[in-house]
């Protein structure tokens, strides 16, 4: 993850604040994580006047009517649970089971530290379409590029990527060439896999 913001929250253990005053939900809309959206981008070097770049990284291609449909229905809330897991994959680095702390992952897991994922199981002849954006900064091309090493002895016609240079995170959603771009090609992907 390459926004400021987004780092400076993972690193700020937002997700375990929150547990701690027993937020089961992450409600970017709520009183109090608003009031922590808020703290943060008072920080230095965090700029939030455009907030969803400040998250997304910069998109090329939406215009304001797609935008302002988007923020009326986004950001959604989550569970504590999972933003707190985002926190612990952008602190660590790693790509691991959920981390409980030292006894309890003992008693989860057998084991002190939570396991890694082990992306070599998924099945080489899984159907996989991935696109990415080179603007992305909560995919961030190099986490996608990782990911791809992962999958490079995937069966051949079964793994089929996409790379969009200028698309950042929203581009995807609702990017105005979108449709063209990226929703017609996995429409397509899916029915070869018929």
């Given amino acids: 993850m390459t926004t400021a913001l987004g780092v400076i929250t993972a690193r700020s253990f937002i997700g375990e604040i929150s547990t701690m005053f027993g937020l ?55 569970s504590t649970k999972n933003f707190v897991h985002l926190g612990q994959t952008v602190r660590d680095g790693m790509i691991r ?39 992305d900064a909560l995919s961030d091309s190099k986490d996608v590029e990782t990911l791809l090493d992962h999958l490079k002895f995937h069966d051949v016609g079964k793994l089929h990527v996409q790379y969009v240079k200028e698309f950042a995170h929203a581009d995807f959603i609702i990017g105005t060439t979108a449709k063209d771009i990226v929703f017609n090609k996995i429409v397509t992907f899916f029915k070869n896999q018929q």
């Fill in 24 to 78: 089961a939900e992450f409600n970017p809309s709520s009183e109090p994580v608003s009031n922590f959206v808020k703290a943060l981008c008072a920080q230095p070097g965090i700029n939030c006047f455009d907030f969803l770049t400040a998250v997304t990284g910069k998109n090329c291609c939406l215009n304001a009517s797609t935008i302002d449909f988007f923020l009326k229905n986004e950001p959604q809330p989550t």
């Fill in 97 to 135: 089971k959920f981390d409980y702390g030292t006894n309890k992952n003992l008693a989860h897991y057998g084991e002190a530290k939570p396991p890694e994922y082990n992306l070599g199981n998924i099945p080489r002849e899984l159907p996989l379409f991935i696109s990415y954006g080179g603007q």
